[in-house]
């Protein structure tokens, strides 16, 4: 199956610093989200963005739907030991046959330096 | 409190037995899925079903079974013909429609070792 790669694989930072990954796919998608994934645990939802352009918000979480449909990007500011976890994108085409299925990028890889 | 319950959190087997994973959820959900976590790697789909009796294979089927008896429960077999099983396993569930209004609710996954 199509995989979207995601980078950086993973960061380390200090405190206080802000993030960006991303993600890119060789396909259309309509609707892209944003997973964060605690060890040991399953992945919790973030953001989820449906329009070409969409710039969102979740607290010190943005993402945006790229204009191609192609890519997103997720930027985290202010940076705190909370953060730390695996972030995945994932993107999928709500309706007809794809039916919620997604397809996940490889995870990047946070840390957090207090 | 909804959610999806996934037992046990940890399960050990040996090389040649099949094994199976539960999943339960009170959601209320018509569709559920199945994927594997390996290091590295993003999330594969195993299997997903969108209506109690029916399910489709995903993209890492081969070696694995599931059953759809009832809304709430999706369980998944991990079998003696799976190559590679050991791996961090998660069920994830969806309202209908698969439209933009239904992202997925993961369980908190159940890791498998074979040995």
């Known amino acids: 199956g199509q995989q979207l790669n995601q980078s950086p694989q993973s960061m380390f930072i200090q405190e206080g610093e802000d993030v960006s990954m991303n993600c890119t796919s060789s396909?259309?998608?309509?609707?892209w989200l944003w997973y964060k994934q605690d060890p040991g645990e399953g992945p919790v939802l973030l953001i989820a963005?449906?329009?070409?352009?969409e710039l969102t918000s979740n607290g010190r979480l943005t993402a945006q739907f790229g204009i191609t449909r192609k890519d997103s990007f997720l930027n985290i500011s202010a940076s705190i030991p909370s953060d730390v976890g695996i972030y995945f994108c994932?993107?999928?085409?709500?309706?007809?046959?794809?039916?919620?299925?997604?397809?996940f990028g490889q995870g990047t890889i946070l840390t957090v330096h207090p | 409190d909804g959610g999806i319950t996934q037992s046990p959190k940890y399960l050990f087997r040996k090389e040649g037995q099949n094994v199976t994973l539960s999943c339960e959820q009170n959601?209320?959900?018509?569709?559920m899925y199945w994927y594997r976590q390996d290091p590295g790697q993003g999330l594969r789909l195993i299997y997903y079903?969108?209506?109690?009796?029916?399910?489709q294979k995903g993209d890492i089927a081969e070696g694995y079974s599931v059953s759809r008896e009832k809304k709430e429960s999706f369980p998944l077999t991990v079998t003696s013909a799976q190559k590679n099983p050991t791996a961090f396993y998660l069920c994830?569930?969806?309202?209908?429609?698969?439209?933009?209004?239904?992202?997925?609710?993961f369980g908190n996954g159940t890791r498998l070792t074979v040995t």
């Open positions: 994830a569930s969806s309202p209908a429609g698969g439209g933009r209004n239904s992202p997925l609710h």
């Open positions: 396909s259309i998608f309509n609707t």
């Open positions: 963005l449906y329009k070409a352009g």
């Open positions: 994932a993107g999928f085409n709500a309706g007809g046959t794809s039916y919620g299925k997604l397809t």
């Open positions: 959601l209320n959900h018509d569709a």
């Open positions: 079903s969108q209506i109690v009796n029916d399910f």
